[in-house]
């Protein structure tokens, strides 16, 4: 009989691990396990395979939301920390792969289906060329895929800590309000939960308001329920994101198609409908019918990132 590999996605709240049969897709005994709730991943993988009941896997590929090119891995959002061959070797796995988390999302787009996609605006996915991945969550994660002749090619990055460049007088006041709290201001500073809150205050405060929500959710929620404050902050928060996806699908040469990917913009997919997105997306002067005839997508596929592990681990083209 053939023993399962394992597959995992590792973020500051959740630790997801799945089975796949070596060289296949299908995910089998998902379990998503609170990060709090373990001290350590060991103890969480421990956990996970006496649940299910399996035998031990010999094949094993994590993504993680961390940089993970060293030894040593860190977790951003969680105070767990490991070293991949201490833990190649606590557990006597063969095979073992740790990716960056937005590596596993990118690798993950080949074996999600159409009906996991919502298109935003028009555009077409060119065949052959480089696919963007961007998501804002707790941070803003940016990677790419290239095509080859035998395996899709991740490229992996940390794009969401490039500059925010603001485009109008408001992003100008923005940027000035962000730089007095954050000193420095990537994009990711504003395209995440945390930037959503922030964008929501500083607009109020623009208008003479009193903010009232206290966290993105409440931001979200109050948007969609009709709220003027609330409803400009996230419609301003798609704007810029369209102006970030824009500037990096220029530089990938992302014509395959950009794919929004994260829990964030699943909550308000009727506003990033209506909203500015596709237009600041193609505001890039002499290149904008260059940007304007690119497809965006928001993925609504649940385990992206469990499939793009399976799809790494026997991926010639990922060293980990």
Known sequence: MTRMALVGDIGGTNARFALVAPGEFELQHIE???????PTLSDALRAYIEKIGCEAPKEACLAFACPTHQDEIKMTNNPWTLSKKAFKEEFELDTFKAIND??????????IGSDDLHQVGEGDAA??????VMGPGTGLGVAGLAPSQRYWIPITGEGGHASFAPTDDIEIKLLQWFRERYDRVSVERILCGQGLLDLYTALA????????????AEVTDAAKHGDAPARDAVLRFCRILGHAAGDVALTLGARGGVYLVGGVLPRFLDILDDSDFRIAFADKGRMGEYTAGIATWV??????????AAEALYNEEVVA
């Open 32 to 38: 998503a396990l609170p990060t709090e709730d373990y």
């Open 102 to 111: 937005f590596t596993a999302q990118a690798l993950g787009l080949p074996h």
């Open 127 to 132: 065949e052959g060329y480089a696919r963007l």
């Open 205 to 216: 405060e623009f208008d003479g308001r009193t903010p009232t929500c206290t966290t993105p």
């Open 299 to 308: 993925v609504t596929a649940k385990w992206t990132g469990l499939l793009g």
